[in-house]
């Protein structure tokens, strides 16, 4: 019995570590990823500025839903292998510039930006190597 009561209360101790580890964690943050590509930026705007065609070059993507209205801004949802996300374009500087935000709530991003990287080079026909910046 003295077994029991030491591993519910190691269990417990664990419970209450997790719990303050995550409220100590920031409420948003920025993923920055930088990566080198021989192609144009006329030509990576195109590719990255097409969500619907993505499911054809991004590896872990299944389909793009297309939320939005003529007139608004872009906004999406991505059903991939790690789940669904819904995101929204909030800057498109064509050539030059896209920022997108994860609109649903209490939850983070489920892939890795490098994996992106990865494969907008593949699709690209490009081998490039990733690297995380500071945001």
Do not use: C, N
């Amino acid at each position: 019995m003295k077994i029991l009561v030491r591993i519910v209360f190691a269990l417990a101790i664990l419970a209450a570590v997790i719990l303050l580890v995550g409220l100590l964690l920031p409420e948003e943050h920025t993923a920055a990823v930088e990566a080198r590509y021989r192609a144009t930026p006329d030509e990576i705007y195109a590719i990255v500025a097409d969500v619907e065609a993505a499911p054809a070059w991004r590896g872990d993507l299944q389909r793009v839903d297309v939320l939005s209205r003529e007139g608004e801004p872009l906004t999406w949802r991505e059903v991939s292998d790690r789940g669904t996300l819904t995101f929204v374009r909030e800057v498109d500087q064509p050539g030059r510039r896209i920022v997108t935000r994860i609109v649903d709530e209490g939850q983070g991003h489920h892939a890795g930006m490098e994996a992106y990287a990865r494969d907008l080079g593949a699709r690209l026909g490009e081998t490039v190597t990733p690297v995380r910046v500071p945001a």
